[in-house]
């Protein structure tokens, strides 16, 4: 998680926690069936808790 208070996880936390590669969550980042909570300042994207939980769904 991001260290600095806001919950998030980049693609890479997202993806080492839920199990699914950078480039599927990535694939299904894209085709709009999960999208970023924000950005960061660097253009990475952010996920929260509930895109895990989304990801555990639809895996």
């Known amino acids: 998680m991001i260290d600095d208070g806001t919950g998030l996880f980049t693609i890479g936390e997202l993806a ?3 199990g699914l590669t950078v480039r599927t ?3 299904w ?3 709009g069936v999960l999208t970023p909570v924000t ?3 660097g ?3 952010l996920y929260d808790a509930e895109s895990a939980a ?3 769904l639809i895996r």
């Open 43 to 45: 253009g990475y994207r």
């Open 29 to 31: 980042s894209d085709e």
């Open 39 to 41: 950005r960061s300042t």
């Open 16 to 18: 080492r926690s839920t």
């Open 25 to 27: 969550i990535r694939y």
């Open 54 to 56: 989304r990801l555990e």
